[in-house]
Nanobody
Framework: VQLQASGGGLVQPGGSLRLSCAAS????????MGWYRQAPGKQRELVAL???????NYADSVKGRFTISRDNAKNTVFLQMNSLVPEDTAVYYC?????????????????WGQGTQVTVSS
């Protein structure tokens, strides 16, 4: 299963960006989808997570500013980022966990997107 992320870029403090990530392949079902980020010199951290039924979880640092959503029909997850601050600057990675079809078999997957750069700077 492959994930393709898009939507990063350069934005001024207080601005907004919307990230998208589409999963493709022989997908049988997707459970959790999420966004992580990694700033220079820091470990990768969870930003937001959404389950197959729409339950969400956010890092404290982004609560009230970021919104995660998904389109199950299109196997796509979104991250709406508002009121961006310089501390949000990082490479953002999408992640999906689920089941794919391998012939007659069903196998689990845990896939990552390629990362998209978000830079918040004036």
């Amino acid at each position: 299963v492959q994930l393709q992320a898009s939507g990063g870029g350069l934005v001024q403090p207080g601005g907004s960006l919307r990230l998208s990530c589409a999963a493709s392949g022989s997908i049988f079902s997707i459970n959790d989808m999420g966004w992580y980020r990694q700033a220079p010199g820091k470990q990768r951290e969870l930003v937001a997570l959404i389950t197959s039924v729409g339950s969400t979880n956010y890092a404290d640092s982004v609560k009230g500013r970021f919104t995660i959503s998904r389109d199950n029909a299109k196997n796509t997850v979104f991250l709406q980022m508002n009121s961006l601050v310089p501390e949000d600057t990082a490479v953002y990675y999408c992640n999906a966990v689920g089941v794919y079809s391998d012939g007659w078999a069903r196998r689990t997957f845990n896939s990552w997107g390629q990362g998209t750069q978000v830079t918040v700077s004036s």
